[in-house]
């Protein structure tokens, strides 16, 4: 079975940053791109970027440009996501999502930005 | 930055037909774009039900197609059912970057 497993919530003071992981299983990670989407409470998807996850070219979008870093550990089929300067805006459920045309999502990471 | 932009909510009766839509600020929509189409129930991933434009994965239910329609993409749902009520959710690519629309909530009722 094909999996994208996530890591917990987790709650952060306004600015720092966080780091979540995306592990993969079931396909071969370096396959294929991984996206990251947020969705803050409420709201829209909202795209990150992308993570060539075979030779890890990335683009990001221009909302997070400067301030999100995708990297990835291909012997643990992992990919994380990292994001600095917290505010409270960025309070939401943060996907990864891979495989071939987007088919596996992971079940989503909440982090909180608060004081 | 593009905009990209879907009706915020339609209904449609069980049995019925409904389109929704995904228009983008640049212009036409066109293959270029690869549009998805992803849907999403409260306290869940989204799911990928349509990809570059027209195309299904094997879970994404017949009663779903693709289109470019109008200048826009579209994603038409013949014979509703109540299962298929939550929020619908298209992506464009725009040279590698990609933006999603503001989301469809569709009501079966």
């Known amino acids: 079975q094909v999996h994208l497993v996530q890591s917990g919530a987790e709650v952060k003071q306004p600015g720092a940053s966080v780091k979540v992981s995306c592990k993969a299983s079931?396909?071969?990670?370096?396959?294929?791109?991984l996206h990251w989407v947020r969705q803050a409470p409420g709201q829209r998807l909202e795209w990150m970027g992308w993570?060539?996850?075979?030779?890890?070219?990335?683009k990001y979008s221009q909302n997070f440009q400067g301030r999100v870093t995708f990297t990835r550990d291909t012997s643990a089929s992992t990919a994380y996501m990292e994001l600095g300067s917290l505010k409270s805006e960025d309070t939401a459920v943060y996907y990864c999502?891979?495989?071939?045309?987007?088919?596996?999502w992971g079940q989503g990471t909440l982090i909180i930005v608060s004081s | 930055q593009a905009v990209v932009t879907q009706e915020p909510s339609l209904t449609v009766s069980p049995g019925g037909t409904v389109t929704l839509t995904c228009d983008s600020s640049?212009?036409?929509?066109?293959?270029?774009?690869?549009p998805y189409w992803f849907q999403q129930k409260p306290g869940h991933a989204p799911r990928t039900l349509i990809y570059?434009?027209?195309n299904k994965h094997s879970w994404t239910p017949a009663r779903f197609s693709g289109s470019l329609l109008g200048g826009k993409a579209a994603l038409t749902l013949s014979g509703a059912q109540p299962e298929d009520e939550a929020e619908y959710y298209c992506?464009?690519?725009?040279?590698?970057?990609?933006?999603f629309g503001g989301g469809t909530k569709l009501t079966v009722l």
């Open positions: 999502a891979s495989g071939g045309q987007l088919s596996i």
């Open positions: 640049t212009g036409a929509v066109t293959s270029g774009h690869f």
């Open positions: 570059d434009t027209n």
């Open positions: 992506l464009l690519a725009y040279s590698g970057a990609r933006i």
């Open positions: 079931g396909y071969s990670f370096t396959s294929y791109s």
């Open positions: 993570l060539d996850a075979g030779n890890s070219n990335t």
